[in-house]
């Protein structure tokens, strides 16, 4: 494969900081990355360890990447990039769920996040789900360089299966945006990484596979 990167993704309990601790000691083994979803409960079905602080505390020198699985990610913005993040996520649901309640254009909530990524440091990226109408959003995938593919049913649960309708989601970003950043994210596993790399992936993110391996570096290499 050319140039390919894994993220390996912590997602753990509310209050469970002994298991993102754990889990960071085995990415610091295994990769400069790490990918941290942040999930709220009123966006998500489920709430997630989300705490800038604490992760400041950790003083790591992981390159991290956090998804805000929030309603208004921007309001979590100045908090992760203190504590270091140098990429957040966005879901374009949460745009076009801001924007309905506000009265105003999915486009100005884009503008915004993206807007205050720069004035934070921190590059933004773009998470589209599978239901979600790509051509419809043109305007606001133009506003981005790197994007996001979530290939699980819904945001928030990790060890959903990966869904293949993520690949024609994949494919349409390759061709209309040569040279950007495609991260896949759900249900990642060596055969599901070869499929996404295939599309015109460039990145991929993976939890349950790498930490559930009794050996995380191993897994990391076939991915």
């Not at 494969?1 to 900081?17: C, H, K, L, R, W």
């Not at 966006?43 to 003083?59: G, H, V």
């Not at 801001?98 to 999915?106: H, K, Q």
């Not at 070869?194 to 015109?200: H, P, T, V």
């Amino acid at each position: 494969m050319a140039t390919f990167e894994v993220y390996p993704a912590i997602n753990s309990q509310p209050g469970d900081i002994a298991d993102v601790r754990r889990k960071l000691e085995i990415v610091k083994k295994i990769s400069s990355r790490v990918h941290l979803d942040c999930a709220d409960g009123k966006f998500t079905f489920n709430k997630s360890w989300c705490s800038p602080a604490d992760w400041r505390a950790f003083r790591t020198d992981l390159e991290l990447e956090v998804h805000l699985m929030f309603e208004d990610p921007v309001g979590e913005l100045p908090a992760w990039s203190r504590a270091g993040a140098k990429r957040a996520i966005a879901c374009l649901d949460s745009f076009l769920h801001l924007a309905f309640s506000r009265r105003d254009r999915p486009l100005s909530e884009g503008v915004r996040f993206v807007d205050e990524c720069e004035k934070w440091g921190m590059q933004p990226m773009l998470s589209v789900a599978l239901h979600n109408d790509l051509k419809s959003v043109s305007d606001i995938l133009s506003l981005f360089s790197c994007y996001q593919v979530f290939s699980q049913n819904s945001y928030g649960p990790s060890g959903q299966p990966f869904l293949s309708g993520a690949l024609s989601r994949i494919e349409y970003l390759h061709k209309r945006f040569p040279g950007a950043t495609i991260e896949v994210d759900g249900g990642i596993v060596p055969e599901t990484a070869r499929l996404a790399y295939d599309a015109g992936a460039s990145a991929v993110v993976s939890g349950s596979y790498i930490f559930n391996s009794p050996n995380p570096t191993l897994a990391v290499k076939e991915l």
